[in-house]
Every structure is written in C-alpha cells, then in structure tokens.
C-alpha cells in the first residue's frame, strides 16, 4: 500500500484522539499543537529512518529525548500523559510503510478505543483523587480519614498523610475516594460546627 493511506490514516487518528477525544474532555488547547506536532514529527522521521542508513537504537534515542524533554517543559496530569504516548505510538504505525496495512491501522483503532474506554467520564465517575491541606493536624492515617469521610460526604478509601505540621496545625493528605450516590455537600454552617476546614491544592 502506498506510503500516502499511511500518512492519510495516521493524520484521521491524531485527528480522532485530539479533537474528538482529548479536548471535549480536557479542554487544555496548549497541548492540541504538542499532540499533532509530536505525532507528524515522530511519523516523519521513522519514514525516514525506513528509508536510510541509520540504526534502530539511534532513532528511539532521538525519541526518548524528545520526550524527556517534553515532559519536563511542563506540568501534565496521568491522563494527558497517556495521550502524549497514544500520539506517539500513533506516529510510530504511520510511519512504517513496511508493515502489514490491515495490521497498523487496526492497531491505531486499538489505542484509540483504549483512550476512549479507559479515559471515559462515565467510568468510575464517582472516583476521586485530591491531595489537600487540613486545618488540624493529623499523626494516624485512621484520624485523617475519619476526618474527611465527615468532610466530603464519601467513603475514603485511602489517606496517605504527606506532611504534618504540629506548629501551624495543619496536614497535607493525598485522598483517594468514592462520593455516595447522593453526596450532600457540607454546608459552611455545618464545617464550622464541626470545626474543621479543609482547602484543596491544586
């Protein structure tokens, strides 16, 4: 098959994975160039590198910096990674023309039926993550979970204190929990009865 149904399947793909999967969700448009750029990029280069004199080590050296670098110029979640590796991967199929037609575009479809299960908002919707600062300071995970299960109307899974300061009175806790089927928010009245507070860091 010509190198160009590569190219025009490789290009629908990071077209699907971006905009019909990545920015209803994430709605972060910095990164819709970082995605395409990155799987042209990456797509371009390992077509060249089918059709030259160069060694497989050397190529996914230069991929292993570009993606070091990446990551490290700014601050991407778990999620926004696995993007960035799904555009990559994407890339990688679309620019070996040398392989079986039926066998890399079904692998394309395959990461991007991957993104859109494992990154769906109705899976596991009640699932949540936070780290947050308390207003007391907490010296046994059992105190700070008891403290949150009251605070977020939830049932906590697990509460992982980061960092306790007994001068400030005040906890950093990473909090993994599942919100009831019918979650009432504490309202100001009843944290302040209770006395605690709580702010999440972002």
Same mark, same amino acid.
């Given at each position: 098959m010509p190198v160009y149904a590569f190219i025009l399947a490789d290009l629908i793909a990071i077209s699907i994975m971006v905009f019909g999967l990545y920015f209803p969700r994430h709605r972060r448009r910095d990164l819709i160039v970082a995605?395409?750029?990155? *799987? /042209? @990029?990456v797509m371009g280069v390992t077509y060249a590198m089918t059709n030259a004199d160069i060694s497989l080590g050397f190529g996914m050296g230069i991929f292993a910096v570009l993606s070091i670098i990446r990551l490290r110029s700014t601050e991407m979640d778990h999620a926004?990674?696995? $993007? $960035?590796?799904?555009?990559?991967?994407?890339? !990688? !199929?679309?620019?070996?023309?040398?392989?079986?037609?039926? !066998?890399?575009?079904? !692998?394309?479809? /395959? &990461?991007?039926? /991957?993104? &859109?299960?494992?990154? *769906?908002?109705r899976l596991l919707p009640r699932s949540r993550q936070q780290q947050m600062v308390l207003d007391q300071a907490?010296?046994?995970?059992?105190?700070?979970?008891? $403290?949150?299960?009251?605070? &977020? @109307?939830?049932? /906590?899974?697990?509460?992982t204190i980061r960092k306790v300061d007994l001068l400030n009175e005040s906890t950093v806790v990473d909090v993994r929990y599942t919100l009831h089927a019918q979650v009432e928010r504490p309202t100001v009245e009843r944290v302040g009865a209770q006395g605690v507070a709580a702010e999440v860091a972002r």
């Open positions: 995605f395409l750029s990155i *799987n /042209v @990029g926004e990674i696995a $993007y $960035y590796f799904t555009a990559i991967a994407i890339g !990688l !199929l679309g620019g070996f023309p040398a392989l079986s037609a039926s !066998l890399s575009f079904t !692998l394309m479809a /395959v &990461l991007l039926g /991957v993104i &859109l299960v494992g990154d *769906n908002p907490f010296t046994t995970e059992e105190g700070a979970r008891e $403290y949150l299960e009251a605070l &977020l @109307g939830a049932t /906590v899974h697990r509460a």
